[in-house]
């Protein structure tokens, strides 16, 4: 447990170019205190105690304002950057080395029973603001871009961003967007098109027609 401590403190000289020495770290960051009451709830969680494990984690919600439900399972060197806001369910599971921001929401969809909430895969970040809901997979060395809405599953490797999040980067390379809006097609000039297709049609027939009487 000390060693695993000890990395929680690490990662964020790692992640924070603010943090200054390991006193100010101990003492001010949030985001430190509420992992660190959480590996304590979810210990008692497991053990059964779930009243005392919800009291542990209502209390760092007070005092921190980050919510972490003492049965989200938690990898080594997580980091939670300015931690306001944050909110993560049940049945999350996070992976080692994973970075997300204020305002981040790891949640469900409803009241589906079982795995309801995301599963986010070592070296993730989650920026500012994001939502990523129900029982999905964020990749491995994903990002989610910042106040973006993800509702399916991202691939390893991937930049999610926008309402509802879309894959715009995959492997280093940007993905074909699906719809060019230069191209978008022109429903008055489609319609004009129509009705001079059905003109020259009926004039055709016209002709025909009168070819026929004069015979």
Known sequence: MIKLLKQDIEVVFDQDPAARTYVEVFLTYSG?????????????????????????????RFLTGIEIHPGAQIGRRFFIDHGMGVVIGETCEIGDNVTIFQGVTLGGTGK?????????????????????????????????????????????????????????????????KDLDHHKMPDPMSEALKMMEKEISSLRKELEELKGVKSN
């Open 112 to 176: 589906e029973k079982g795995k309801r909430h995301p599963t986010i895969k070592d070296n993730a970040l989650i920026a500012t603001g994001a939502k990523v809901l129900g029982s999905i997979t964020v990749g491995e060395s994903s990002k989610i871009g910042a106040g973006s809405v993800v509702l399916h599953d991202v691939p390893d490797h991937s930049t999610v961003v926008g309402i509802p999040g879309r894959v715009v980067i995959q492997n280093g390379e940007k993905v074909r």
């Open 32 to 60: 430190l205190h509420a992992i660190w009451a959480h590996r304590i709830a979810h210990t008692l969680y497991k053990k059964k105690f779930f009243f005392i494990a919800r009291v542990i984690s209502q209390a760092s």
